[in-house]
């Protein structure tokens, strides 16, 4: 190495030195100020009583811990049937030829109501509604419907991510397809879907970020998930300690999808960037 | 082989063919020249059936293929299209990418189609990037991959549309040497091209158009080095000045 080489290598070192302890300082002050904000409010030995309760968290995390095991149930069950639903309706959007105009309109009233009714509604919808048509068969059972409200919701969303997957992937491919001989449903099934989900995966991901917590919203039809018992929890302890303690662990629940959303972006950002 | 009689196409309302006909027998290069907009990858895409022609008649071996009513997937697998940007499939190898027509469009065996891709690949010169995937390679390795995937299904008519157009200057020498020894071999092609001594070298004839028609045809010799009319003789020094 040149001394010139050297020289360069040693200084960015030290540069990088500087900003490290740079971070870390500001880093400190930050949260001293922020910690003495908090904790000098006259309210605070209230707020710290019932909403930092160490006990009181303690006591409450099994059964919090049981309904969030629902929550994480539901939410698996849910994904694959929101991922299949999704793909039915974007493939359905795409469908050409007259005979299928009734289903294609179907599917895009389908996306343009579930995309537009807020999910509280649904649920409510849902959960009170479709048992009270009392038709044998339906169930009754707050799970089952808070999960089919999801599925509703979500794979509206879904279908529209995909379906702009699809109609991102070149007109240029669909030529060369085409020009291979191969008809509309093989382009479709061997060229373009696989371009159109690889492109997307990112979005979607992000959106079962969003379902993750969403999940929650179930107990409103009296499912015990992780914030049903939370509440229960809370109105036998007069404290509001089981709130945090259960939004502390959607969180840590959403953390790794969450980071996997953001390799997976990009990866995306990456590979388009080499083609 | 190929006759393409009284071709009209417009992209709303303008005009970008006008009356084309041409007509290729078996075995014949014919090239097209003219500069950019004259209607040279609107042809080959009309006769590829990649565009609805508004007039005029495709036929193919005497059959009519302009015809809504036919097939025309059918129809295609008698022709195979290299385009200027290559086109690959970025999710496929380029092995699955040349095996592909084979495996789903013309049945052949899952293995079958592989040993002729690898065949392929290597006539092209690419036998060790077999595994590699589009964004791996060159443009001109790109470019050797789409002509083999163009050839895989052994078409009997191969349309070339200014496939070297997208390439560096030192790779535009790898691609043109390949499409040399096709056209020696007895391929029957037409191709659009802007390479005027690669023309004069492998057409049988050149097809001059300008403005949606063809001004000029005859044999290489003769359009390119005594043109007969005005604007070829324009186009054609424009083009000498420019290099």
């Known amino acids: 190495m040149t001394t010139a080489a050297i020289d360069r290598v040693a200084f960015r070192q030290a540069r990088a030195r500087r900003s490290t302890l740079i971070a870390l300082g500001s880093t400190v002050v930050f949260a001293a100020v922020l910690l003495l904000a908090v904790t000098s409010s006259p309210g605070w030995p209230r707020v710290r009583d019932s909403f930092f309760n160490l006990r009181v968290g303690w006591q409450s995390l099994p059964a919090l811990l049981d309904g969030l095991w629902l929550n994480v149930r539901v939410l698996v069950v849910c994904q694959v049937l929101i991922l299949i639903v999704g793909l039915g309706l974007a493939a359905v959007r795409t469908l050409r030829g007259p005979v299928w105009f009734p289903l294609r309109a179907l599917a895009t009233g389908y996306v343009d109501l579930f995309r537009g009714l807020p999910l509280l509604i649904c649920l409510y919808l849902v959960g009170f509604g479709l048992p009270g048509l009392r038709l044998s068969g339906i169930p009754n059972n707050p799970v089952l419907l808070g999960g089919l409200a999801l599925v509703l919701i979500y794979s509206a969303y879904v279908a529209e991510v995909l379906r702009a997957g699809i109609e991102s992937v070149h007109p240029s491919q669909l030529a060369a397809a085409k020009s291979l001989g191969l008809n509309y449903r093989r382009t479709m099934r061997l060229v373009v879907l696989p371009q159109a989900v690889r492109r997307v995966t990112p979005a979607l991901l992000n959106d079962f970020v969003a379902l993750q917590k969403d999940c929650g919203l179930i107990s409103v039809l009296g499912a015990v998930d992780a914030v049903r018992a939370a509440q229960i929890q809370s109105a036998t302890t007069y404290n509001f300690t089981p709130y945090v303690v259960a939004g502390l662990l959607f969180v840590a629940l959403a953390v790794p999808s969450a980071r996997l959303a953001d390799f997976a972006a990009k990866r995306a950002a990456e590979r388009q960037g080499a083609m | ?243």
């Open chain 2, 1 to 243: 082989m190929l006759s393409v009689r009284g071709l009209v196409k417009a992209y709303h309302g303008r005009s970008v063919l006008d009356g084309v006909s041409l007509d290729v027998s078996e075995h014949e290069v014919v090239v097209l020249i003219g500069s950019s907009g004259s209607g040279k990858s609107t042809l080959l895409r009309c006769i590829d059936l990649l565009e609805d022609i508004d007039d005029g008649q495709i036929l193919l071996d005497g059959r009519d293929i302009s015809d809504p009513r036919i097939d025309a997937d059918d129809a295609r697998q008698a022709m195979g299209m290299v385009f200027q940007s290559f086109n690959l499939f970025p999710h496929m190898t380029a092995l699955a990418n040349v095996a592909l027509a084979p495996r789903v469009v013309h049945g052949s065996s899952r293995d079958d189609a592989q040993e002729r891709a690898r065949e392929l690949l290597a006539r092209v010169g690419l036998s060790d990037k077999a595994d590699a995937y589009p964004d791996k390679l060159s443009g001109g390795q790109q470019q050797r991959v789409a002509i083999a995937r163009a050839l895989a299904y052994e078409p009997r008519l191969l349309l070339l549309d200014e496939i070297t157009s997208a390439l560096d200057p030192e790779l535009v020498g790898e691609v043109l040497a390949l499409v040399g020894e096709l056209a020696t071999s007895a391929r029957t092609i037409v191709m659009a091209t802007h390479e005027m001594a690669f023309a004069r070298e492998v057409a049988d004839t050149v097809c001059f158009l300008d403005g949606g028609r063809i001004v000029e045809s005859g044999s290489a010799q003769q359009v390119l080095t005594d043109p007969q009319q005005d604007r070829t003789r324009q186009f054609l020094r424009r083009f000498t000045a420019g290099r």
